[in-house]
């Protein structure tokens, strides 16, 4: 018998020692840029719900966690619904990410602030480096589901995100996602 059960249609885990967390946009002040519209909007809504399986002890090298983040759709302002944002905290710690439902585009920035994106459809697999932030925007009218996998070593370095954030933010300009610079040349 396996400890966990993952629904592969909606990538939900389910069983003994699964987590779930969620985000509404109360807990995301000076996440998205324009604050002011954040702050005005319903603060109950849900932007994002992760779970995880974190079979060894937080911190312990060599073990491996999986995990299911849903993002809800929706905008503030321009800029799509989106996660916070991080790099390791043992920065040189790779993920892999699969996208399972909906579309999206999971956002992705070194360590100078350059900042590109990946498309997110269903079965698309994302593996994300070492030592790069990542963040992922939902696209699309309806929930985006991807799952992850990342080392039980490599923890969450949201800090510098806080302070810095990415070099480019994923907004709606005329219908169509586009990555928009908010340092020079970081894109
Ligand atoms: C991780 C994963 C992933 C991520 C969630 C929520 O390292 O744990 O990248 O599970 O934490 O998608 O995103 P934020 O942690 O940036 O809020
Ligand atoms: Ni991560």
Redesign the pocket.
């Known amino acids: 018998m396996p400890s966990i059960q993952l629904e592969i249609n909606t990538g939900k885990l389910s069983g003994e020692g699964v987590i779930t967390a969620q985000?509404k946009l109360s807990q995301l002040e000076n996440v998205f840029e324009d604050e002011a519209t954040r702050a005005s909007m319903d603060q109950e809504q849900l932007i994002?719900e992760?779970q995880?399986f974190m079979p060894v002890e937080e911190g312990k090298e060599g073990g491996l966690?999986f995990?299911n983040?849903t993002i809800f759709p929706g905008k503030v302002n321009e800029e799509y619904f989106m996660?916070?944002?991080?790099f390791?905290a043992k920065l040189d710690t790779a993920?892999y990410?699969w996208c399972i439902q909906g579309k999206g585009a999971l956002i992705l920035m070194d360590e100078n602030g350059k900042t590109w994106l990946e498309e997110m459809t269903p079965g698309s697999v994302h593996y994300?480096p070492g030592k790069i932030a990542?963040?992922?925007a939902n696209t699309g009218e309806e929930k985006l589901v991807?799952n992850?996998c990342?080392p039980s070593e490599?923890g969450?370095d949201?800090g510098t995100i806080e302070k810095e954030g990415f070099g480019a933010r994923l907004k709606d300009i005329e219908g169509t996602p586009t990555l928009v610079a908010t340092k020079n040349e970081m894109v």
Not at 83 to 86: A, E, I, K, M, Y
């Open positions: 985000k994002y992760v995880a966690y995990g983040s996660t916070r944002g991080h390791h993920e990410y994300i990542h963040r992922v991807f992850a990342w490599a969450h949201y």
